[in-house]
Each structure stands twice: as structure tokens, then as C-alpha cells.
Nanobody
Framework: QVQLVESGGGLVQAGGSLRLSCAAS????????MGWFRQAPGKEREFVAA????????YYADSVKGRFTISRDNAKNTVYLQMNSLNPEDTAVYYC?????????????????WGQGTQVTVSS
């Protein structure tokens, strides 16, 4: 089992920044691809970003490319999502997830473990 706990969400004005963190425990963190997903009210959960086991490779949804940066610190068992130039369309509950397969995937069903989510609200 892997336990994931997100933090760092909050209310921010459009154009602002937030940094989300996801602390993992339970299994060897570096064995997992880590991803961030989000779910806005009335919408399905969607992929945001993912990083490979070592952190050397990353992948982003087109909607956040150039604004968000995913990173990880395997020594701290933590994955981060730096979010810049936020706009109201980024308002959602953000979830981190862990996937034991060795390649980055964007499909929700591929991820084995999920955090409880953290709310991000961007005001206009």
C-alpha cells in the first residue's frame, strides 16, 4: 500500500501561483510514476502532469503546458506541482496518484493509489 497526502491548495487570484505537494509513505517511492490529476465541479477527472520514477521525464496536459511544472524529490518521498499563471479554469480538486508501471501514462485507471485531494480555487 502507498499512502498519499496532498497539501498546498487554497484560494488565489488569477495570474497567481501555488505549489502543491504530495507526501508518500508505505512503499518505495522511487518505484512509482507519480501523476497529478484534477476534477472540476461537474466534470470528469482529468490528467494534468506526470513524472517518471527518477524524475528525469515529465509529461503535461496541453492545457497546463508552460504554466505548470511537476517535480519530485525521492529522498523526501514527495512530488510537487508548481502552478503559475493560474486562471479560473484551473479551479478544481487536485489529486496526486502513484502508478507502479515503469512508463508514464495519462489514464486514470492505470494509477494504483490516490490521495484525498486538495482544493484549488482561482478567482477572476
Amino acid at each position: 500500500q502507498v499512502q498519499l497526502v496532498e497539501s498546498g491548495g487554497g484560494l488565489v487570484q488569477a495570474g497567481g501561483s501555488l505549489r502543491l505537494s504530495c507526501a508518500a509513505s508505505g512503499r518505495t517511492f522511487s518505484n512509482y510514476v507519480m501523476g497529478w490529476f484534477r476534477q472540476a465541479p461537474g466534470k470528469e477527472r482529468e490528467f494534468v502532469a506526470a513524472t517518471s520514477r527518477s524524475g528525469s521525464m515529465t509529461y503535461y496536459a496541453d492545457s497546463v503546458k508552460g504554466r505548470f511544472t511537476i517535480s519530485r524529490d525521492n529522498a523526501k518521498n514527495t512530488v510537487y506541482l508548481q502552478m503559475n499563471s493560474l486562471n479560473p479554469e484551473d479551479t478544481a480538486v487536485y489529486y496526486c496518484a502513484a502508478d507502479y508501471t515503469p512508463v508514464i501514462v495519462t489514464t486514470i485507471s492505470a494509477y494504483d493509489y490516490w490521495g484525498q485531494g486538495t482544493q484549488v480555487t482561482v478567482s477572476s
